[in-house]
């Protein structure tokens, strides 16, 4: 029977999954939105004072690497159901970074799950534009070491911070350029909230907004 050796491929699966670091990873999705009926026209008492320790930026996600073995046209999927868990455990290359890649990265760009919803439903408004949605996968982070994006196109910086004191916090820094300390940052989202586990959070600005969701893996 072909699968009676299945539970072989999900070890051999198991094997590559305990090469990532155990940690609390978390997937973050962001939704970021315009008012196009709102003018803005606002004066600030005080500009962004911030300066970040440590900044991640998130890269472009690469090709999954796998074992040519597994890929050849020779060996067919009833051959990979018989390998023996012997061969797997005692072959180094099987787990060989070069040849096969963590099942995910952290800080790349990854495709968006939970919050898919809400962009089909957003869509349907006419005076709500979707400047970006972007997903990725991080680690808790120390209270000064922010995620980074930056969109090209709207020309919006956004900074995230994820992190645990006593209860689970995101602090976001998101503006209108990029962060220049010999140029003042007046309008800006910077706010540091309380969040919970799989909560859809929303923070805004008169014309702008951020949908953010946090789901512990």
Sequence with gaps: MKFKNLHKILIFLSLIINTIEAEDIYKVEVIIIKFNDVIVDEKFDNNLDFSPNVINKLTENEIILIPEKFIDNA????????????????????????????????????DMENLN?????????????????????????????????????NNLSLYLNIYESRYLH???????????????????????????NSEINYFDHPNMGLIIKVDKT
């Design 117 to 153: 919803f809400l962009i089909g439903r957003l869509r349907w408004r006419e005076n709500i534009e979707i400047l970006n949605s972007l997903s990725w996968y991080q680690p808790l982070e120390d209270q000064d070491e922010y995620t980074y994006h930056y969109d090209q196109e």
């Design 75 to 110: 060996l067919i999927s009833s051959d990979l159901l018989d390998i023996e868990i012997e061969t797997i455990q005692n072959d180094n290359n099987l787990i060989n970074e070069k040849e096969i890649k963590k099942y995910y990265e952290l800080y790349e760009y990854s």
């Design 170 to 196: 995101l602090n976001l820094k998101a503006f209108l350029g990029k962060l220049n300390f010999d140029e003042n940052i007046t309008r800006f989202i910077d706010e540091d909230r309380r969040v919970k």
